[in-house]
């Protein structure tokens, strides 16, 4: 064991500086979701390289390929990246800032593809010390409903055969790098928008008795909407309904016809996940049919709640304390963020692990989805390597 992971680290090693190389090029040249035809050109041309075959334009620009070991027939094990950046103006002072304008990699995609692509070469050159197959997913459209994953399962990316688990990972800021984290069960939440408009007769704000007041319609609906959470959720279910965005064009003296309201829910529960829906619904119409104003309801069903095999999750646990080290292997919360590869957990065993990419020396944090967001870039060879190693454990 200990021999074969001097030999993937010493492979990591050797190719760390290409592999960043990769990341910078990523990071620099990023696309929006449904967006990413060079990112796929990209990651197409260094496996071409390698000679490594697989098929493009999956699922959208989705990429897919497959090494084959000794006994290829044997057994089938996955692995996924996302690939899309994120509507966000770079704020880092670095050579590899995003050239793109309002376009980031603010989530560490272009680390998820790059730590895929190490994987691969690894294993590449390894395949005749493990037994089976490992299908490689690079995947678009994570950020955007309905997400890349749906649209690549539907093209068959988990069948002829069907995987008998998929792995992914994602970076985690807070985490400092060489340490991993992991999660067993719910994992992250499911993720639904949620879309209301709020109609009525405006008119002058000086005379709201002949008017229907949508603003204070509104505010009424968004303060009433909060007891689905207090009052409706199953203690036990943890659950976040919030609102970001309310928006009432009128003036100083002027009540608008129309006012909008955008927000999210997310749970860990399908079956109140669905009653939660009814409930927003119904509360939403009545109060503003109350004060003599319509509301229109959508609901706009986004990613189910991710969850994690406990078996496998166990699995990759012994393997990373292998690899890192056990004091660098961390238990972590659950999230109520959301991620498309929930879909593939709910077809075949998955794990979604948290891998460390926080420079010690950094005073803040570079938080995901925001414009400073980066990495440490050690973190990429910690990736790669242990990536290959937990599958070759495997097979």
């Not at 200990?2 to 696309?31: A, M």
């Not at 069960?185 to 002058?204: N, P, R």
């Not at 890192?324 to 692990?353: L, Q, W």
Request: hydrophobic fraction near 40%.
């Amino acid at each position: 064991m200990q021999s074969l992971i001097d030999e993937i680290k010493s492979l990591s090693e050797k190719i760390e500086t290409e592999l960043i190389g990769y990341r910078r090029h990523l990071h620099k040249h990023p696309e929006l979701s449904k967006q990413e035809e060079k990112t796929a050109d990209f990651i197409s041309s260094v496996l071409s390289k390698w000679k490594i075959k697989h098929s493009c334009n999956i699922g959208g620009y989705g990429i897919v390929g497959e090494i084959k070991g000794v006994n290829p027939e044997s057994k089938t094990v996955a692995l996924r990246a996302d690939m899309d950046a994120l509507p966000i103006s770079e704020k880092n002072n670095v050579d590899y800032a995003s050239i793109n304008p309002g376009v980031m990699h603010a989530c560490g995609h272009d680390v998820h593809m790059t730590c895929l692509l190490g994987a691969i070469f690894i294993l590449n050159n390894f395949k005749d010390k493990f037994n089976g197959t490992v299908r490689f997913i690079f995947q678009p459209s994570e950020e955007t409903f309905p997400g890349g994953a749906k649209a690549m399962i539907e093209e068959g990316v988990l069948t002829n055969p069907t995987p008998q688990f998929i792995i992914g990972e994602h970076v985690l800021p807070e985490l400092e790098v060489g340490k991993v984290g992991f999660v067993s069960g719910k994992a992250m939440a499911s993720t639904d928008e949620i879309y209301l408009t709020i109609k009525g007769k405006g008119g002058h704000g000086a005379l709201p008795n002949l008017s229907t007041d949508t603003v204070l319609t509104a505010s009424h609906i968004v303060v009433a909407l909060q007891q689905v959470v207090s009052r409706c959720a199953p203690p036990t279910i943890p659950t976040v309904l919030s609102f970001g965005r309310f928006i009432a064009e009128g003036r100083t003296n002027v009540l608008p016809d129309i006012v909008k309201i955008d927000g999210t829910i997310r749970t860990f529960d399908e079956k109140w996940r669905a009653e939660a829906h009814e409930k927003i619904t119904h509360i939403a119409k009545n109060i503003a049919n109350a004060m003599g104003a319509e509301c229109e309801v959508f609901i706009d069903k986004g990613y189910p709640y991710l969850l994690n095999d406990k078996a496998l999750t166990q699995n990759m646990k012994k393997a990373a304390i292998s690899y890192f080290g056990k004091n660098n292997v961390v238990d972590i919360e659950p999230r109520m963020t959301a991620e498309d590869f929930a879909y593939y957990s709910h077809v075949v065993p998955a794990c979604f692990y948290r891998l460390g990419v926080k420079n010690p020396d950094w005073k803040e944090i570079r938080n995901i989805h925001t414009p400073i967001f980066d990495i440490d870039e050690r973190a990429i060879a910690n990736g790669a390597g242990f990536m290959a190693y937990a599958i070759m454990q495997s097979l």
